[in-house]
């Protein structure tokens, strides 16, 4: 399967053309995108902007090849009808296209060639209708054969199967809309997710458990503000890929590519930082993309850091750098080592209160200071916060130095995924206590030594995260 993306941004793209945000101007600069679309093979679409057809002439890409078009639903940035009228005017415009998509969608096609064409899609026209309705599948056969829909799949013949499931997005006036689940000729799998927010409705995911899919495409138009209609943040972005990969619809070696990306998303490279945690990517507008089937990793490919460790300040934003890192995991394990709340410190007690919440509810939390037994026995990914708190615990034992050696040969030996946090004490003025001087001297030879046996380190300051490890 190769996968040409024609667009990757939003319905207003990224820039939008009347922002002056500094994410925009970023992108101005940039990278641009334009309305999200994907070209599968020269010969399947799935989105049909306005954009689109321009998009392929910039990118030197011809349409003439182009046999199925499949809509999710009757937005505007996904279904542009023109496009069908300027191809009547082509050297291709006797040759069979079918337009796959919900109800909604096809009387806009229907419409539009009334209105503009004065003609009807049926006998003698080159172009077909075909509804997706959530839970059916169709055929779409090879160049110049088109299949009966619902005729059985031949695996490795010239047609693709393109089950439509439900997404959760709009009503039935623009749909009801739906994703697609495709499988390739070559008996590659694509999940093509845009437009939908989260909760999938329980079907949908019923539908994708086990597809193992060699490439999903999942919207994520939010970024870090949320609200903007049934879309996804990057939050909602990380839990449904974590829930994709509990199904087994993502495997390790599924690429996870986000689009419909808008200017709600933070500029630069802190977007492809943050997508790299979840093990997703943001290719530019115009890449082309090789897609075996079985799950062959792309060229480059490494494995996700096995031990992170993050510091910083106070209020800097490190915990919540650290749950970002584990976020798209199918399980996680949340280590506190603070003291539980007991009525009697109010402040402390609002701190703790907002560390739970943020926590997606699937994730276990352990209340411990014993790090080490869970260091080296296996399970799923661990969240520590903090290592800070663990060494206040130790502060007067005699013992101290034997329990940090054991603390980090358990650490490097861990073969679990597992993100620690701690706080950064090199950073401000000597403490005025002896007990504050022997806590910022102990922790930080800590921070140290684990950061010495990390794969990676990071530094939050300001609610931003720099690499520090490998530099």
Same mark, same amino acid.
């Given at each position: 399967?190769?996968?040409?993306?024609?667009?990757?941004?939003?319905?207003?793209?990224?820039?939008?053309?009347?922002?002056?945000?500094?994410?925009?101007?970023?992108?101005?600069?940039?990278?641009?995108?334009?309305?999200?679309?994907?070209?599968v093979?020269?010969?399947?679409?799935?989105d049909?902007?306005?954009d689109?057809?321009?998009?392929?002439?910039?990118?030197?890409?011809?349409?003439?090849?182009?046999?199925?078009?499949?809509?999710?639903?009757?937005?505007?940035?996904?279904?542009?009808?023109?496009?069908?009228?300027?191809?009547?005017?082509?050297?291709?415009?006797?040759?069979?296209?079918?337009?796959?998509?919900?109800?909604?969608?096809?009387?806009?096609?229907?419409?539009?060639?009334?209105?503009?064409?004065?003609?009807?899609?049926?006998?003698?026209?080159?172009?077909?209708?075909?509804?997706?309705?959530?839970?059916?599948?169709?055929?779409?056969?090879?160049?110049?054969?088109?299949?009966?829909?619902?005729?059985?799949?031949?695996?490795?013949?010239?047609?693709y199967?393109?089950?439509?499931?439900?997404?959760?997005?709009?009503?039935?006036?623009?749909?009801?809309?739906?994703?697609?689940?495709?499988?390739?000729?070559?008996?590659?799998?694509?999940?093509y997710?845009?437009?939908?927010?989260?909760?999938?409705?329980?079907?949908?995911?019923?539908?994708?458990?086990?597809?193992?899919?060699?490439?999903?495409?999942?919207?994520?138009n939010?970024?870090?503000?949320?609200?903007?209609?049934?879309?996804?943040?990057?939050?909602?972005?990380?839990?449904?890929?974590?829930?994709?990969?509990?199904?087994?619809?993502?495997?390790?070696?599924?690429?996870?590519?986000?689009?419909?990306?808008?200017?709600?998303?933070?500029?630069?490279?802190e977007?492809?930082?943050?997508?790299?945690?979840?093990?997703a990517?943001a290719p530019?507008?115009?890449?082309?993309?090789?897609?075996?089937?079985?799950?062959?990793? !792309? /060229?480059?490919a490494? =494995?996700?850091? $096995?031990r @992170?460790?993050?510091?910083?300040? *106070? &209020?800097?934003?490190?915990? +919540?750098?650290?749950?970002?890192?584990?976020?798209?995991?199918?399980?996680?394990?949340?280590?506190?080592t603070?003291?539980?709340?007991?009525?009697?410190?109010?402040?402390?007690?609002?701190?703790?209160?907002?560390?739970?919440?943020?926590?997606?509810?699937?994730?276990?939390?352990?209340?411990?200071q014993?790090?080490?037994?869970?260091?080296?026995?296996?399970?799923?990914?661990?969240?520590?916060?903090?290592?800070?708190?663990?060494?206040?615990?130790?502060?007067?034992? !005699? /013992?101290?130095?034997? =329990?940090?050696? $054991?603390? @980090?040969?358990?650490?490097?030996? *861990? &073969?679990?995924?597992?993100? +620690?946090?701690?706080?950064?004490?090199g950073?401000?003025?000597?403490?005025?206590?002896?007990?504050?001087?022997?806590?910022?001297?102990?922790?930080?030879?800590?921070?140290?030594?684990?950061?010495?046996?990390?794969?990676?380190?990071?530094?939050?300051?300001?609610?931003?995260?720099?690499?520090?490890?490998?530099?």
């Amino acid at each position: 399967m190769r996968l040409t993306l024609l667009g990757t941004g939003s319905a207003d793209g990224w820039p939008n053309p009347w922002c002056e945000c500094a994410s925009c101007a970023w992108a101005r600069a940039h990278e641009p995108r334009g309305q999200t679309a994907v070209l599968v093979d020269d010969r399947l679409l799935i989105d049909f902007g306005p954009d689109v057809p321009r998009a392929a002439s910039r990118f030197g890409v011809s349409l003439a090849g182009l046999r199925h078009v499949l809509v999710g639903h009757a937005h505007p940035d996904h279904l542009g009808p023109e496009a069908l009228m300027w191809r009547s005017w082509s050297t291709i415009a006797d040759q069979p296209l079918d337009v796959v998509a919900p109800p909604a969608a096809l009387e806009v096609c229907r419409a539009f060639l009334r209105r503009w064409e004065g003609t009807e899609p049926g006998e003698g026209s080159p172009l077909r209708l075909l509804p997706a309705v959530a839970g059916d599948h169709l055929e779409l056969g090879g160049p110049g054969e088109p299949t009966d829909p619902g005729e059985p799949h031949r695996p490795g013949g010239p047609g693709y199967l393109v089950r439509p499931v439900a997404a959760r997005h709009g009503d039935d006036s623009i749909g009801p809309a739906v994703l697609y689940d495709v499988t390739a000729p070559d008996g590659a799998r694509l999940l093509y997710g845009c437009d939908t927010a989260v909760p999938l409705p329980p079907a949908t995911l019923a539908a994708l458990a086990g597809r193992a899919f060699d490439v999903v495409l999942l919207e994520e138009n939010n970024g870090d503000r949320p609200g903007f209609g049934e879309h996804l943040d990057l939050p909602d972005f990380a839990e449904l890929v974590a829930e994709l990969r509990g199904l087994g619809a993502v495997v390790p070696s599924t690429r996870v590519l986000a689009v419909h990306l808008s200017h709600r998303n933070p500029p630069g490279g802190e977007l492809t930082a943050r997508l790299a945690r979840i093990g997703a990517e943001a290719p530019p507008d115009g890449s082309v993309l090789e897609i075996p089937p079985g799950g062959a990793l !792309p /060229d480059g490919a490494t =494995a996700a850091p $096995r031990r @992170v460790l993050i510091t910083g300040g *106070t &209020r800097s934003g490190k915990s +919540a750098q650290a749950e970002d890192w584990l976020r798209a995991e199918p399980e996680v394990v949340y280590v506190a080592t603070g003291w539980a709340p007991d009525g009697s410190d109010p402040e402390w007690a609002a701190r703790v209160a907002v560390h739970r919440e943020r926590r997606p509810a699937r994730w276990h939390t352990v209340e411990t200071q014993e790090l080490e037994p869970l260091l080296r026995s296996p399970g799923p990914a661990l969240l520590v916060d903090s290592v800070s708190l663990w060494v206040a615990a130790r502060l007067d034992d !005699p /013992d101290f130095g034997a =329990a940090v050696d $054991r603390l @980090v040969e358990a650490w490097r030996a *861990t &073969r679990r995924r597992v993100v +620690a946090v701690t706080d950064e004490v090199g950073s401000g003025a000597v403490a005025p206590t002896a007990a504050g001087r022997l806590f910022a001297d102990r922790l930080g030879q800590v921070n140290a030594r684990l950061a010495a046996e990390s794969d990676e380190v990071w530094l939050a300051v300001a609610g931003l995260a720099t690499r520090l490890r490998p530099a």
